[in-house]
């Protein structure tokens, strides 16, 4: 849970990078909470829980996935291949599953790496 929330802290920041823990469990905490808003939605008959959780977790998803792109060494605007039907999730997909960069990239430090203290 620490890592979702260390993820809506960062709420639209682009910038830096996202080990994989984080990206995954953000990921995992968010589709929980979606299928348990779209179960009272759908009991309630109110569609609009689920639409309104969907559209506020939207920013700090997109967030997330690029500061995930980062650390694999790849520029944000990647995220749009996963518009490409099939192969683009697939694509993407992988990019999100591999091994960040080992040290610092032009992204930022590695966030596996202890900060140095001095």
Not at 8 to 17: S, T
Not at 73 to 84: E, Q, S, T, Y
């Amino acid at each position: 849970m620490s890592w979702f929330i260390e993820a809506l802290k960062k709420y639209a920041v682009f910038a830096g990078r996202a080990r994989r823990k984080e990206y995954w469990m953000y990921t995992l905490f968010v589709s929980i909470f979606y299928i348990v808003f779209a179960i009272i939605a759908a009991v309630t008959k109110q569609p609009v829980i689920a639409i309104v959780f969907y559209l506020a977790i939207l920013l700090p998803s997109l967030a997330v996935t690029v500061r995930r792109l980062h650390d694999t060494g790849r520029a944000g605007w990647w995220v749009f291949i996963g518009l490409v039907p099939l192969v683009g999730a697939i694509v993407m997909l992988v990019f999100l599953c591999s091994d960040g960069e080992s040290g610092a990239n032009k992204f930022g430090a590695n966030p596996k790496e202890a900060p140095v203290l001095v």
